[in-house]
């Protein structure tokens, strides 16, 4: 199923659900995987870290505070990076909230094929940007998660991170 929850036209987020869930059962998580886009503006920032903190909140599944705290400080990094560094080649991002199989997986898409270097290794010392995806990095080693950049067949790229969700 791929239906539009939300819509765009005054700048803020769209949405659609990807897959559909199965049914939540007591202790059960709750599986599912939903999509955004967004203009690659400065407002898109919070305003998809709102609607991603209101989705979770919706979900039968227990995401920890800690977790989700995490989860949207990686979020809203990621699309900052594509604001700033992506917009003139990808006016609009994706997002990607999916739960499943015990994580929680957030990736950020754009249309600019350039892919940073600093999930992949420390930058210089006297190199002043990058730091964004440093903290993603370690934030996401932290929770014992994973995090990479991957191309897309459209020559763009998203990066995503996946986090454990402890049991309640």
């Not at 994580?103 to 010392?125: I, M, N, Q, S, T």
Request: glycine letters at 12%; a negative charge.
């Amino acid at each position: 199923m791929h239906r539009t929850v939300g819509c765009a036209h005054d700048g803020g987020p769209e949405y659609a659900r990807t897959r559909t869930p199965a049914p939540a059962q007591e202790g059960a998580w709750q599986e599912g995987s939903w999509r955004f886009a967004a203009p690659a503006t400065d407002a898109s920032v919070p305003r998809l870290r709102h609607a991603v903190r209101d989705l979770l909140a919706r979900q039968p599944t227990h995401v920890p505070d800690e977790t989700l705290q995490g989860v949207l400080l990686i979020l809203s990094e990621l699309v900052t990076n594509a604001v700033r560094h992506a917009a003139l080649l990808s006016p609009t991002i994706g997002v990607e909230i999916a739960l499943g199989g015990g994580l929680l997986r957030v990736a950020v898409e754009d249309g600019h094929p350039y892919r940073p270097k600093a999930l992949a290794a420390e930058p210089a010392g006297d190199h002043t940007g990058g730091r964004g995806l440093l903290l993603v990095k370690a934030l996401t080693a932290e929770a014992g998660g994973v995090c990479d950049v991957e191309q897309t067949g459209a020559g763009g790229k998203v990066i995503w991170a996946a986090l454990p969700l402890a049991a309640a």
